[in-house]
């Protein structure tokens, strides 16, 4: 495992490498951080049961990457792991998964589907930001706080309910967001970052009377719809 390791790694790193599709071997626990990043010809990714851990970029500038399978038995994905994987059109993240890193899909421009583990707590900064194709979003009853420029430049992005364990919006989390025109939050909502829905022109919120969410729409003049 370990020779394989290296020759993959030293074989990734200098951009030789003419396979498309990669298997990871059963008994890997980990993909090490930067293990695969700038591969620029892996279309495909299957990962194992026995991996727990994506690391740091393990992924990123993967401009061809297409599809990836993800076990139901990793709990993490770390930072940045599949930042810029322009090619990639869909993502099911498994419920397994606890953690997902800041700009851990940062600029996947043509993903346009995503399932989100329900055990996940906290969005991270920038985990999807500048997803421009994605155009629905389900965020997971348990979330508890969604995460500096979580979703900024989403342009394709339409409607999102903000589920009632949500307390805390963070700055720039819908920044630009150009196609949102609808988003209801529920009554635990009792933070809303700076700039969060800054460029969203036809924006609505939809809310509770007398919540915190209309007191913001109110003060950043956001037509408010009563749920």
């Excluded at 299957?46 to 399978?69: D, Q, R, W, Y």
Aim: proline share 3%; charged share 20%; with cysteine.
């Amino acid at each position: 495992d370990i020779e394989f390791l290296r020759q993959i790694s030293e074989k990734f790193a200098y951009g030789d490498n003419n396979q498309t599709v990669i298997v990871i071997p059963n008994g890997r626990i980990m993909i090490r951080p930067e293990e695969f990043t700038g591969n620029f010809l892996l279309e495909s990714v299957t990962i194992p049961e026995s991996v727990k851990h994506i690391g740091e970029h393990a992924f990123a500038n993967c401009k061809n990457l297409s599809e990836v399978i993800i076990s139901d038995n990793v709990f993490n994905i770390d930072c940045g792991a599949f930042s810029n994987c322009e090619s990639l059109g869909e993502i099911f993240i498994p419920n397994s998964v606890t953690n997902i890193g800041a700009d851990a899909f940062y600029g996947c421009k043509n993903l346009n589907k995503i399932n989100i583990s329900n055990k996940v707590v906290i969005l991270e900064k920038g985990v999807f930001s500048g997803c421009e194709n994605l155009n629905e979003i389900t965020i997971p009853y348990g979330v508890i706080n969604i995460g500096d420029g979580a979703f900024e430049e989403c342009k394709s992005l339409r409607e999102v309910s903000i589920p009632d364990s949500v307390a805390s919006i963070g700055d720039y989390a819908f920044w630009n967001c150009q196609s949102l025109n609808q988003i209801t939050v529920w009554s635990n909502v009792t933070s809303i970052g700076y700039s969060a829905f800054d460029g969203c022109k036809n924006l609505t919120i939809r809310a509770f009377k007398g919540s915190y969410a209309e007191r913001y729409a109110l003060e950043n003049e956001i037509p408010f719809e009563e749920i």
